[in-house]
C-alpha cells in the first residue's frame, strides 16, 4: 500500500506549557529530515478567503534528525506468548462467523521453532498446514463456507500415528451439524467425505507427524513474527485439547466472554495461557449462541463471546519514539504544527497548547471538537477525483487525499471489507484529515473544508479581530471535567462538535448552569454518545445504533459499547437532545452547499439590539466559504418538546434549502408524517437562538455547519462576522 514520504503523529493532540509531546515519524526513504515549529492561524488555502496563515516560529524549534521508514501492521489478532508443552496428540478447533470468503485467512497458528501449525479458512473451504523439520503436509476440505454464517472447524493431529483430521461444520440453531473421527494406521493415505453443512478430510502420515510442543499461538493471524493473513469475521471458543478428540482433556480455551472492556483474552483452561489482542478489534460482538433475549453484555456476557477482527484494525502504529517536543513555558495557547521535511517531501503534526495549570487565561476558550475529529479520521469518502486533485494542485493545497492511503486506517465513517461499521478510531497513527489545507469537497462556491481545518476559520477571525482566546479540547474536558472550563467568560465551539462523552455534556451544562456562556457555533452538535477508557485513552468507540443519520447501522444485539458498557446511539434516545443544552438539534442534511438566514420579528426587539448592533440587514449569511451561505450542509432547530427553553428566542431561520436537503431520518415517522407533526419540508431548517439559564449563563446558537465559513466576506467584515463579534464581546464582558 502507499505511503506517504514523512509523516507522523504525536501521543496525544494537546499539551500545556512545560509538558512534552512523543513524537512518532517515518521517512519512507529513509534519511535525515527536518522538524520546525510554526503556530497555524488558518488552514484554509482557498485564494479567496483569508488563505493559509502560519506563525514561522522555527526561531523557537529547529532540528534536523536522522528518519527511517516505520513499519504499519495492519489486522487485528489475539496472542498468546506461551503456549503449555504438550507432547501428545492435538486439537484445535473455534467457531467461526466469516465476514469474507475471498482469500486465504489464519484461524489458529501455533509456531514452536521450526514446527508450525496455520488452520486456514480459505475461498474453496478450509485448509491445514503443518510443517516441521524437513517435512510439511498440507490438508484440504474443498466444500465452502458462507460468509456470515457460523461453523466449527478443526484440526486434530496425533504425532505418534501421524493420523491428521481436518473438518468444518455448520451450526444449526446453535448446534454443531458434525462428525469428527480420527484415524489410526501406519500407511499415508487421505479421505474427504462431505458432510450437511461441512466437510471432513483425514489422511495418515507414514512415520508420524512432529507438533509444536509449546511455542507461541496467533487466533486470527498466521506468523509469530510477522502475522499476516488475517481473518475479517467472528471467532468464539478458540480451544486446544490434549488429545485429537472432543472429549479429550483441554489444554487451553479462551473464553472471549470475559474482560470484554479490555484487551486481553482469559483461558479457562487448567494453565492460564492468558493472552493479549492487538490492534483492538471489536468486541461485545454477539456470538453464534445469541438468542436476543439480552441486548446489553454485560448482563449476559456468555451471549458476547466472539470477537470480530478484521484485516484492516489499526489501535495504535507501534512507531518508536523519534524525539520528544516539549512546550516552552512561554508559549502561548493556540494551534501548533511541527512542520516535517524531507527529501522527498513534508507533512504537519497538528497539537494544541492549553494554558499553564495555574494560569493566566485568556478571558475566552475556543473548544477544539478533538474526538469529533477522531471519528473523521483518515474519512474515505471516494470523492478525490481529478476534479478535486487540481484545486488541490492549484491553490497549493495539502497534496494528499484518504483515499490513497488506507495502510493509515479509515474513520467511523467507512466500513470494514466485510461490509461491517468501523466503530473504533484511534489518533495513534497519521491523520490526513487533520492537516493544514487539507480540502475535503470540491465546493463550487467555496473551500470545502471540515472539521479540523474548517474550525481554523473561527481561530484566523478571533485573530483578526484580536480577541485574547486560549484552546482547550475535547478529550482535555473528558479527563478533567468542569473545572477546565470554568476559568473562561465565555466557550466557543467548532463548527461540528458532534460526539460526546457523558462527561463532557456533563461538564458543559454545569458550566452553562453555573453562569457561564458558551456559542455554539456549528450544526449537528451534541449528537452520538461515544465511550473512552482510561486504559485507551487514545481510542474513541461509536455504536451507531437505534436510527439517526448513519454510515453504518449496529447490528441487532451490539448497541453497547465495548469500551464502558454503556448503550450506544445519539444522546436524543437518552433524553439528552441537543434542545436541552444549547436549545436547538439537528434537523435537515444536505449536500455541502449553503443557504441564508432571514432575521425574526424578535431580532429587532430592544432587548435584543445589541445582538445585531451594526447590522441593518434582514438576510444574514448569503456568502460564505462553506458551500457559499452561513445556514447549510447540516441544519439546527429549536423545539420545546425537545427540550429548548422557555425562554429561548429565535432571532433568524434559514430560508430556501438547497434542493439536496432532506429531514433527518429520526424526525420521521414515515415519508409523510413526522415526530413533532410538521411537514417534513418544514423541519429542513437553521435557527439562530439565545437563552439566559436561571445561574446566570447564555447560550447563542447558530444551527448551522457552515456558519464560521461566513465569517470571512472580503476581510472578515459583514453581518455574519458582526452579529458574532457582538456575541463574544456581550459575553465576555468588557475584553478591550
Not at 455534556?505 to 477508557?533: C, E, K, M, Q, T
Request: glycine share 12%.
Amino acid at each position: 500500500m502507499a505511503e506517504l514520504p514523512i509523516t507522523g503523529y504525536f501521543d496525544r493532540l494537546s499539551a500545556r506549557p512545560g509538558e512534552a509531546l512523543a513524537a512518532y515519524v517515518s521517512v519512507r526513504d529513509g534519511g535525515d529530515y527536518r522538524a520546525r515549529l510554526e503556530r497555524l492561524i488558518c488552514g484554509d488555502p482557498n485564494p479567496a478567503g483569508p488563505g493559509r496563515r502560519v506563525e514561522d516560529l522555527s526561531g523557537r524549534y529547529d532540528r534536523t534528525f536522522v528518519g527511517r521508514r516505520q513499519k504499519v501492521a495492519l489486522g487485528s489478532y489475539a496472542r498468546i506468548d506461551a503456549m503449555p508443552p504438550a507432547t501428545g496428540a492435538r486439537l484445535w478447533t473455534a467457531l467461526i462467523c466469516p465476514g469474507v470468503i475471498d482469500r486465504e485467512q489464519a484461524v489458529i497458528a501455533q509456531h514452536d521453532g521450526d514446527r508450525a501449525i496455520v488452520l486456514l479458512l480459505t475461498a474453496d473451504g478450509v485448509q491445514a498446514r503443518l510443517t516441521w523439520p524437513g517435512e510439511s503436509v498440507t490438508l484440504r476440505v474443498t466444500v465452502p463456507l458462507r460468509a456470515r454464517r457460523w461453523y466449527r472447524v478443526w484440526l486434530a493431529a496425533d504425532p505418534a500415528t501421524g493420523a491428521i483430521t481436518l473438518g468444518h461444520a455448520a451450526l444449526a440453531g446453535g448446534v454443531v451439524i458434525s462428525r469428527h473421527a480420527a484415524l489410526a494406521g501406519g500407511v499415508v493415505m487421505s479421505r474427504h467425505a462431505a458432510l450437511a453443512g461441512g466437510g471432513v478430510t483425514e489422511a495418515v502420515v507414514q512415520g508420524g507427524v512432529a507438533l509444536p510442543v509449546a511455542g507461541t499461538l496467533l487466533i486470527a493471524a498466521d506468523d509469530a513474527a510477522v502475522p499476516g493473513r488475517h481473518f475479517t469475521g467472528k471467532i468464539e471458543a478458540p480451544t486446544v485439547r490434549a488429545g485429537a478428540t472432543d472429549d479429550a482433556p483441554i489444554l487451553a480455551a479462551w473464553d472471549f466472554a470475559r474482560d470484554i472492556g479490555g484487551t486481553g483474552i482469559v483461558d479457562i483452561g487448567p494453565h492460564g495461557c492468558h493472552g493479549r489482542l492487538v490492534n483492538l478489534p471489536a468486541r461485545a460482538m454477539v456470538g453464534a449462541g445469541w438468542s436476543g433475549a439480552e441486548h446489553c453484555w454485560r448482563h449476559a456476557p456468555g451471549d458476547y463471546a466472539a470477537i470480530h477482527f478484521h484485516a484492516d484494525d489499526l489501535e495504535d502504529c507501534l512507531w518508536e519514539t523519534d524525539f520528544a517536543f516539549v512546550v516552552p513555558d512561554d508559549l502561548r495557547s493556540g494551534c501548533y504544527l511541527l512542520h516535517l521535511t524531507c527529501a522527498e517531501g513534508e507533512d504537519w503534526l497538528p497539537f494544541y497548547v492549553l494554558a499553564p495549570r495555574q494560569g493566566p487565561r485568556a478571558p475566552i476558550a475556543f473548544l477544539a471538537s478533538t474526538l469529533t475529529y477522531i471519528a473523521y479520521a483518515n474519512h474515505a469518502r471516494g470523492n478525490c477525483d481529478a476534479a478535486l486533485r487540481a484545486r488541490m494542485a492549484a491553490w497549493g493545497a495539502y497534496p494528499h487525499n484518504a483515499d490513497d492511503y488506507p495502510i493509515y486506517g479509515r474513520s467511523t465513517y467507512n466500513r470494514h471489507d466485510d461490509n461491517s461499521g468501523i466503530s473504533l478510531s484511534s489518533r495513534r497513527r497519521p491523520i490526513l484529515t487533520m492537516r493544514p489545507g487539507y480540502l475535503t469537497f470540491n465546493d463550487a462556491a467555496g473551500s470545502g473544508l471540515r472539521h479540523f481545518v474548517a474550525d481554523t476559520h473561527l481561530l484566523a477571525w478571533l485573530e483578526d479581530k484580536g480577541f485574547a482566546y486560549d484552546v482547550v479540547t475535547d478529550e482535555d474536558l473528558d479527563d478533567e471535567g468542569h473545572d477546565l472550563l470554568t476559568p473562561y467568560r465565555i466557550v466557543l465551539t467548532g463548527s461540528h462538535p458532534e460526539y460526546h462523552t457523558a462527561r463532557m455534556l456533563d461538564a458543559i451544562s454545569a458550566y452553562i448552569a453555573g453562569g457561564g456562556r458558551l456559542a455554539y457555533l456549528g450544526g449537528n452538535g451534541f449528537y452520538w454518545r461515544i465511550a473512552r477508557s482510561p486504559a485507551l485513552p487514545h481510542v474513541m468507540e461509536i455504536r451507531r445504533a437505534e436510527g439517526g443519520i448513519r454510515a453504518w447501522p449496529a447490528e441487532p444485539g451490539e448497541y453497547y459499547h465495548q469500551l464502558d458498557g454503556q448503550l450506544g446511539g445519539m444522546w436524543r434516545r437518552g433524553r439528552r437532545p441537543p434542545q436541552q443544552l444549547v436549545g436547538v438539534g439537528f434537523s435537515g442534511q444536505g449536500l455541502f452547499e449553503g443557504t441564508y438566514y432571514r432575521r425574526l420579528p424578535a431580532s429587532r426587539a430592544p432587548e435584543h439590539a445589541w445582538l445585531f448592533a451594526g447590522i441593518e440587514e434582514d438576510i444574514i449569511g448569503d456568502y460564505g466559504l462553506s458551500g457559499g451561505g452561513a445556514a447549510g450542509f447540516e441544519f439546527d432547530r429549536a423545539d420545546p418538546d425537545l427540550g429548548t427553553p422557555d425562554n429561548a428566542v429565535i432571532l433568524a431561520r434559514s430560508e430556501n434549502p438547497p434542493a439536496s436537503v432532506t429531514t433527518v431520518l429520526e424526525e420521521l415517522l414515515s415519508h409523510l408524517g413526522t415526530v413533532n407533526g410538521e411537514t417534513p419540508a418544514a423541519l429542513m431548517r437553521a435557527e439562530i437562538v439565545v437563552f439566559e439559564t436561571p445561574g446566570g449563563g447564555m447560550v447563542f446558537a447558530t444551527g448551522s455547519i457552515t456558519f464560521c465559513g461566513s465569517l470571512w466576506r472580503d476581510g472578515f467584515t459583514g453581518p455574519v462576522s458582526r452579529l458574532l463579534e457582538n456575541v463574544v464581546r456581550r459575553f465576555g464582558g468588557d475584553m478591550s
